[in-house]
């Protein structure tokens, strides 16, 4: 079980709903992920457009919706946009991400550490996306964050781990859950990031912009629970030279 | 009374709570935020928070989102 502040969760895969052709295959895809913790975003209304029904159909599958930060640059824009959220979804949980530059969507790690220490004051539940930065993640953890999300590689990107050697570090150090954030491009590369150890994965590009998104949601789901398994049976060494798995005897040596 | 409601200007005949607001404005309230002013009126004081002349006020609302 993954549990995250009060609250404890079967599937280790998250999920983002942007990028979705619609609500509908959204909806398929959370369920065909099997997963419990999808993230939701905030932006201004348009008064000439219609308001989405997205909530109706969320609610009814029993899942913790998790609003983000997104579109915040700073942290007072952040706290005020993760004031909106819990207003708008009564929850006080928040995925935390403050990413100033447009074109690599980085997490800007002082505004984001500044934001959480009054979020968390304010009883937020914070799950921080921020960099691979083993120092940052211990000092969101003592500022009460709730997990913290460090990135594999830029949201979007589908790159996979390119930070592997900081997440092994920030895993190895840390005492809340690791959640690796963006970047994961395929199902192999949530099983690597469950076998490094993380507390779960979140997915969204990979999956909302495949060719079949509910087939990519279960096989995500198969890879994420593979990684675990295999986390928890305990990965052999790797070993510069081979080591043979057959008995090396002479048997043949009078041919 | 004259308020800009996301950044358009509307006329009110009268005065008004930000939840008369919403409702005249045929507006679902689950997902939904306010803010006046920059501050958020939270969803249990919209009945009793009126709406003052001149006031900014913006009004979010969840969407989908990584």
Redesign the interface.
């Known amino acids: 079980m993954l549990h995250i502040a009060n609250k404890s969760f079967s599937s280790r895969l998250l999920l ?5 052709a619609s ?1 509908g295959l ?1 909806q398929q895809a959370i369920q065909a992920s099997g997963c419990q913790l999808v ?7 348009q ?1 000439d457009q219609p ?6 159909p969320m609610r009814q599958m029993n899942i913790q919706l998790l ?2 930060t ?1 579109g915040a640059k700073t942290a007072k824009e952040a706290i ?1 946009a993760a ?3 819990r ?4 929850t006080n949980w928040l995925k935390l991400e403050i990413h100033p530059d447009p074109r690599y969507l980085m997490p800007d790690p002082i505004e984001t550490l500044l934001a959480a220490e009054q979020l968390v004051k304010l009883g937020f539940v914070v799950l921080p996306y921020c960099s691979a930065d083993p120092v940052l993640c211990k000092r969101l953890e003592q500022a009460g964050c709730a997990a913290v999300m460090p990135l594999g590689a830029a ?2 990107s589908n790159q996979g781990l390119q930070t592997r050697a900081m997440l092994e570090i920030i895993i190895e150090q840390a005492t809340v859950p690791v959640i690796i954030d963006a970047g994961l491009g395929a199902p192999s590369h949530a099983a690597a990031a469950m076998e490094l150890g993380a507390s779960a994965v ?1 997915v ?2 990979a999956i909302a912009a495949s060719q079949y998104p509910v087939a990519m949601a279960g096989a995500f789901a198969q890879a994420v629970n593979a990684g675990r398994m295999a986390y928890n049976a305990g990965l052999a060494t790797a070993q510069p030279h081979a080591t043979a798995s057959s008995p090396l005897t002479d048997f043949l040596a009078a041919l | 009374m004259h308020i800009m ?2 950044d ?1 200007p509307l006329q009110l005949a009268t005065n008004c709570t930000v939840a008369e607001l919403v409702q005249q ?1 045929q ?2 309230t ?6 006046i002013d ?1 501050v ?4 249990q004081h919209w009945g009793k928070h009126q709406v003052q002349n001149n006031a900014q006020v ?9």
């Open positions: 983002g709903s942007g990028k979705f609500p959204m993230t939701l975003a905030l932006k201004r209304l008064l308001q989405d029904d997205l909530l109706s609003p983000n997104s005020f004031q909106l959220a207003d708008a979804l009564q949201i979007g979140l969204n590009t | 409601l996301n358009t404005q507006l679902k689950e997902g939904l935020a306010v803010a920059n958020v009126i939270a969803k913006q009004l979010f609302q969840i969407v989908t989102g990584g």
